[in-house]
Antibody, heavy 119, light 107 residues
């Protein structure tokens, strides 16, 4: 059974870069077509950040495309998120999730990690 | 981007009530509509995919319907553990946008 776990700094300075990693356990990162990131600002809804395929293809929302980079490391069985030029608006719980290409849903989620942007 | 609009934003209901939440897409998404349940401090959980298919392990009191632009999530008989926030998401195209959420509270 695939499990996901996010990791990375909980505090990032304004204008800095937010970097998170999602470790995949219980299965190979190559076993699923797409891997996703979703965030949730405090008290708000879910915001889709993007997705990366096991071969490295990516999809991003236009609102974040200039600042976000997703990547896959097959040797470490993990995928990563980098978000540049962060502001307080990027403060959120960040979730990684598996996009199941048979159901077209996000069927496995990590527990989430809180990232605060503050000086 | 495809905009997803849920209604209501919140509702109060009692245990045993039948609850219906709607989700409308700004353009046709065929049946590429998912529903998630989220409890405080927890990650979302996939309930329904493809508009009406029940995710493995999810109670049969949850059901989904709809196609093209209008979709519905129904809880046939609300249980204590169902008090949560529900989100719809379209997986028709990128960006895979979410609705703003519907909070189901105890009356």
């Amino acid at each position: 059974q695939v499990q996901l776990q996010e990791s990375g700094p909980g505090l990032v300075k304004p204008s800095g870069t937010l970097s998170l990693t999602c470790a995949v356990s219980g299965g190979s990162i190559s076993s699923s077509d797409w891997w996703s990131w979703v965030r949730q600002p405090p008290g708000k809804g879910l915001d889709w950040i993007g997705e990366v395929s096991h071969s490295g293809s990516t999809n991003y929302p236009p609102s974040l495309k200039s600042r976000v980079t997703l990547s896959v490391d097959k040797s470490r069985n993990h995928f990563s998120l980098k978000l540049t030029s962060v502001t307080a608006a990027d403060t959120a719980v960040y979730y990684c999730a598996r996009y199941d290409s048979s159901s077209y849903g996000l069927d496995v989620w990590g527990p989430g990690t809180t990232v605060t942007v503050s000086s | 981007d495809i905009q997803m609009t849920q209604s209501p934003s919140s509702l109060s209901a009692s245990v045993g009530d039948r609850v219906t939440i709607t989700c409308r897409a700004s353009q046709s998404i065929n049946s590429y509509l998912n529903w998630y349940q989220q409890k405080p401090g927890k990650a979302p959980k996939l309930l329904i995919y493809g508009s009406s298919s029940l995710q493995s392990g999810v109670s049969s009191r949850f059901s989904g319907s709809g196609s093209w632009t209008d979709f519905t999530l129904t809880i046939s008989s609300l249980q204590t553990e169902d008090f949560a926030t529900y989100f719809c998401q379209q997986s028709y195209s990128s960006p895979r946008t979410f609705g703003q959420g519907t909070r189901v509270e105890i009356k």
